[in-house]
């Protein structure tokens, strides 16, 4: 049986909600750290008129390629292997999408995964991140203070980002946010385009 996040099921529809309106115009978006695969498939499905190209780190292939071979529609294509410290991407989309991973990542991939924005974005194009961000140092929630100490049990290189941060390095790509959402369980979907 494919592996099933129940997080992914939570927030597919509000994350879509926001995707219809910011990738309404937008022709083919690359996925970065698509675990699953349940957001490719039900995104690709929903969103006809662009190309969902997701992908993920080699080592985390296999159930993504199994899952869209078995469910993805046509718009989805096979994922590519795509470590973001490994540059360049070789990919260029007018999109990019990436869910609760930049929390996941060292620091320094963080630094990695806009480095390859920065070469994989066109222009115009937009890019969406979403997941839990701190502002101004604060967790915007109890659950995700606690949320951040059980990354770090898991690994001292994990933590919820400084949303000032990430978005000092999205400037230094070009990119100018544009949009932050307030999403269900104290997560964001971050905006940015060039
Ligand atoms: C918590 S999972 C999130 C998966 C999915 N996007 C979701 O929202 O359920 C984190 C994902 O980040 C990916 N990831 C971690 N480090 C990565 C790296 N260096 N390059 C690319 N992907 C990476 C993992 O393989 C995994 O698929």
Redesign the pocket.
């Known amino acids: 049986m494919l592996p099933c ?1 129940e ?2 099921e939570r ?1 597919k529809i509000p994350i879509l909600n926001v995707l219809k309106d910011v990738f309404a115009t937008t022709k083919i978006v690359l ?6 695969g ?2 490719a498939v039900y995104f690709a499905k929903n969103l006809p008129h662009l190309t969902w190209q997701s ?3 080699p ?2 292939l296999k159930w ?1 390629a199994l899952r869209l071979e078995k469910e993805g529609p046509d718009n989805a294509p096979a994922p590519l292997s ?4 490994d540059h360049p991407w070789g990919f260029q989309a007018d999109g990019i999408f ?4 930049l ?3 060292s620091w320094h ?1 963080v630094e ?2 806009f480095t390859g924005v920065g070469q994989s974005l066109l222009n115009p194009g937009k890019l969406c991140v ?2 839990p961000f701190r502002y101004d140092g604060r967790y915007t929630s109890q659950s995700n203070a606690q949320f951040e100490q059980s990354l770090k049990a898991q690994g001292q290189h994990m933590g919820i980002r400084d949303f000032e941060a990430v978005d000092k390095l999205a400037s230094e790509q070009g990119l100018s946010l544009i949009a932050d959402y307030s999403m269900p369980a104290n997560n964001q979907l971050l905006v940015w385009r060039r």
């Open positions: 996040a997080s992914c927030n996925e970065i750290g698509g675990g699953t349940q957001h992908s993920d780190q080592d985390s993504l795509i470590d973001v410290s990436s869910a609760n991973t929390h996941i990542m991939q990695q995964f979403y997941g």
